[in-house]
């Protein structure tokens, strides 16, 4: 489960994303009406916690996103 997992930033990502799906439970249309845009705006602005776009990217290069929560493949 994710209360076991070390990493405390995946914990703090895990516990932002259950917001929005609370909201839109407790209310009977989502807070922004029958379209569901609520919780996409909410994931949206989480993202913006998560994903950090690089400042000043090497000239003709394609610009790079640097990740703040570390992605770890498994090896089998």
């Not at 913006?48 to 992605?71: A, D």
Request: glycine share 8%; aromatic share 14%.
């Amino acid at each position: 489960t994710i209360g076991r997992c070390p990493d405390k930033d995946l914990k703090w990502l895990a516990s932002m994303m259950l917001i929005p799906v609370m909201i839109n439970s407790f209310t009977e249309f989502g807070i922004f009406g029958e379209s569901n845009y609520g919780i996409q705006f909410y994931q949206l602005i989480i993202l913006f916690f998560v994903i950090s776009v690089v400042k000043n990217p090497p000239r003709g290069g394609p610009v790079s996103v640097e990740r703040k929560i570390p992605y770890h493949a498994s090896q089998n």
